[in-house]
């Protein structure tokens, strides 16, 4: 993201450099049901495989998440979800240099998932699937991800409605990141995401996107994911998730040109490409 000065992320022992370099978040996902690749890394080998190949193809952050947020999907037992997550987490963290984060909004699997060596808690609730987040994640000193999410996901995609969604977003995100901060979270440990395709229409997705700037203007670091979304396939006629990739290029392009720092994908070879593009136009507006 074009910026006067360095920013960084900050995370146990370390800190990632945001700015010239848009980061890219690529998904492992153990789960039988992700809307995007359900089943296709639920065994450990899999899923590590998967993260390795993720992380040699330019992924700063592996995304390990072991319970699908998908529409229509139900929450999945805790103990499932630790036992899909916790040895994947431990052996990423073991064979590669990614930072590894846990799609969680249960903070016993964050819990878990940090002693096992997670550096960030990706919690698609902001913190409002469980009361114990925000401490666990201060006394961690982890990063954190606040996402918006209307609703929960079973229903979040019926009949989604905003006054003004880039407003209403803008001040949850704004609610939940200074929930965090007075629990003790570091300012600089914080991300906040629009939550794209949860608990909006197509139409919502493209006006906060178009709108990035302004989520960017509450001063903390932007993931995207839009990432083989429903969104783009109304757009691009691409029924099948697998085959929207070029409308997920598209959008994250948009999306690191309109102030994303970090952009949570599938495909990380064929966006870390574009990206190094992009990145390339914008440096010079960039001084870091
Ligand atoms: N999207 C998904 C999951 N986690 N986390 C953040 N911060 N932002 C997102 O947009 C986001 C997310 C959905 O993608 P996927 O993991 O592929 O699907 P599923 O939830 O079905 O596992």
Same mark, same amino acid.
């Given at each position: 993201?074009?910026?006067?000065?360095? %920013? %960084?992320?900050?995370?146990?022992?370390?800190?990632?450099?945001?700015?010239?370099?848009?980061?890219?978040?690529?998904?492992?996902?153990?789960?039988?049901?992700?809307?995007?690749?359900?089943?296709? /890394?639920?065994?450990?080998?899999?899923?590590?495989?998967?993260?390795? %190949?993720?992380?040699?193809?330019?992924?700063?952050?592996?995304?390990?998440?072991?319970?699908?947020?998908?529409?229509?999907?139900?929450?999945?037992?805790?103990?499932?979800?630790?036992?899909?997550?916790?040895?994947?987490?431990?052996?990423?963290?073991?064979?590669? +240099?990614?930072?590894?984060?846990?799609?969680?909004?249960?903070?016993?699997?964050?819990?878990?998932?940090?002693?096992?060596?997670?550096?960030?808690?990706?919690?698609?609730?902001?913190?409002?699937?469980?009361?114990?987040?925000?401490?666990?994640?201060?006394?961690?000193?982890?990063?954190?991800?606040?996402?918006?999410?209307?609703?929960?996901?079973?229903?979040?995609?019926?009949?989604?409605?905003?006054?003004?969604?880039?407003?209403?977003?803008?001040? /949850?995100?704004?609610?939940?990141?200074?929930?965090?901060?007075?629990?003790?979270?570091?300012?600089?440990?914080?991300?906040?995401?629009?939550?794209?395709? /949860?608990?909006?229409?197509?139409?919502?997705?493209?006006?906060?996107?178009?709108?990035?700037?302004?989520?960017?203007?509450?001063?903390?670091?932007?993931?995207?994911?839009?990432?083989?979304?429903? /969104?783009?396939?109304?757009?691009? +006629?691409?029924?099948?998730?697998?085959?929207?990739?070029? +409308?997920?290029?598209?959008?994250?392009?948009?999306?690191?040109?309109?102030?994303?720092?970090?952009?949570?994908?599938?495909?990380?070879?064929?966006?870390?490409?574009?990206?190094?593009?992009?990145?390339?136009?914008?440096?010079? %507006?960039?001084?870091?």
């Amino acid at each position: 993201m074009p910026s006067l000065v360095t %920013r %960084r992320l900050r995370l146990p022992g370390r800190s990632l450099k945001l700015g010239r370099a848009t980061l890219i978040m690529g998904a492992v996902n153990v789960t039988p049901d992700s809307f995007s690749d359900g089943g296709r /890394f639920l065994s450990h080998e899999a899923a590590v495989s998967q993260g390795l %190949r993720l992380c040699q193809e330019g992924a700063a952050i592996l995304d390990v998440g072991g319970a699908s947020t998908r529409p229509g999907s139900d929450p999945t037992p805790l103990a499932e979800e630790l036992d899909r997550v916790l040895p994947v987490v431990r052996e990423l963290k073991a064979r590669c +240099g990614a930072a590894v984060s846990i799609d969680t909004y249960k903070a016993e699997v964050a819990e878990a998932a940090i002693a096992a060596g997670a550096d960030i808690v990706n919690d698609v609730t902001a913190m409002n699937g469980d009361p114990g987040m925000a401490a666990l994640c201060a006394k961690s000193r982890v990063g954190l991800v606040l996402m918006h999410m209307l609703g929960t996901p079973r229903t979040m995609q019926q009949d989604p409605r905003y006054e003004d969604v880039v407003a209403e977003v803008a001040r /949850f995100l704004d609610t939940q990141a200074n929930v965090a901060l007075a629990a003790g979270v570091d300012a600089q440990a914080i991300v906040v995401d629009p939550g794209i395709g /949860f608990g909006k229409t197509l139409e919502h997705n493209l006006e906060l996107i178009r709108n990035l700037p302004a989520l960017g203007r509450l001063g903390y670091p932007m993931l995207l994911g839009a990432s083989r979304k429903a /969104f783009i396939g109304k757009l691009t +006629g691409r029924e099948l998730p697998a085959e929207r990739l070029w +409308g997920t290029v598209g959008a994250h392009l948009l999306g690191a040109a309109l102030g994303a720092d970090i952009v949570r994908v599938h495909d990380v070879a064929p966006v870390k490409e574009a990206l190094l593009v992009a990145d390339a136009v914008m440096a010079a %507006r960039v001084a870091a």
